[in-house]
């Protein structure tokens, strides 16, 4: 028998709920031509990778990308931004020993870059999942970043005023997740993936496997299951089985 919740409702309708999606290519079969998509990962931890190749199979075009960085060597995301399909990234550290796509996307005239320092990448994108308007910040005051924004002297320090980054999608990568969409993260994998699944309209979770619910401590949810639509189990990568001798 159901058992009713608060307020005498009944707990049938919460136990209904599934955010599983069969693959990670159904998963973002919505994601249309100009959004605006947040990838979570620093370097290459905590990098959606099947997810992004399903946005590249896809073929969404005219794409604003936000991350942390503009992608490492010719995977994940420098191979997104290898299809031209990218008009502009806003992250904060566009360039290091293997960011040669972006380097040429960018020297070409073919991809356009806000760089945004990262602590104040990470407040604009936490600003937007916490319904904050806009923030007073002293990060960039005096530099070209501050040109054509507003400042104001506070308790006489001198700060700039920025705004929060919205996306219609993230993409993000935990280690476990269960059906109602809660997640719980590997260590420095975590980074940006609780933030951006409260700043996007619509927030995927690929994972490294789907547990049973009241499996997870809910005092351990780095993302609480409200901020995540999707949930999509990461494939499993098959070794090749080694030749007869």
């Given amino acids: 028998m159901w058992g009713g919740g608060p307020g005498g409702k009944s707990n049938r309708e919460d136990a209904m709920i599934n955010k599983i999606i069969s693959s990670a290519r159904e998963a973002v079969t ?8 947040m990838i979570g990962g620093f ?28 992608g490492n060597a010719d ?25 040669w796509v972006f380097d040429a996307l960018y020297r070409a005239g073919e991809i356009e870059l806000e760089l945004v320092p990262q602590g104040n990448l990470a407040e604009r994108i ?3 999942g916490a319904g904050i308007g806009a923030f007073f910040t002293p990060t960039g005051y ?30 993000i990568k935990a280690d476990r997740g269960d059906r ?15 933030i951006m699944a409260s700043a996007a309209k619509c927030a995927i979770a ?25 949930v999509v189990r990461q494939p499993v990568l098959m070794l090749a089985e080694p030749r007869a001798a």
Avoid: M
């Fill in 75 to 99: 995977t994940g995301l420098a191979a997104l931004l290898k299809t031209k399909r990218v008009r502009k990234i806003i992250c904060s550290f566009p360039r290091q020993p293997d960011s």
């Fill in 126 to 128: 936490r600003a937007a």
């Fill in 206 to 230: 690929e994972v490294r496997e789907i547990v049973e619910l009241g499996i997870l401590d809910p005092e351990a949810y780095a993302t609480p299951g409200i901020f995540v639509q999707r």
């Fill in 142 to 171: 005096a530099t070209l970043l501050a040109e054509g924004k507003e400042t104001r002297e506070i308790n006489g320090r001198q700060y700039v005023l920025e705004h929060p980054i919205h996306a219609d999608h993230a993409l």
């Fill in 30 to 37: 919505d994601i249309q031509d100009g959004a605006t998509v």
């Fill in 43 to 70: 370097g290459t931890a905590g990098t959606p990778l099947a997810l992004i190749d399903a946005l590249i199979e896809q073929g969404a075009r005219d794409l604003t990308v936000v991350n942390n960085n503009a």
């Fill in 180 to 194: 109602w969409g809660n997640l719980v993260y590997r260590k420095t994998a975590r980074n940006f993936g609780p």
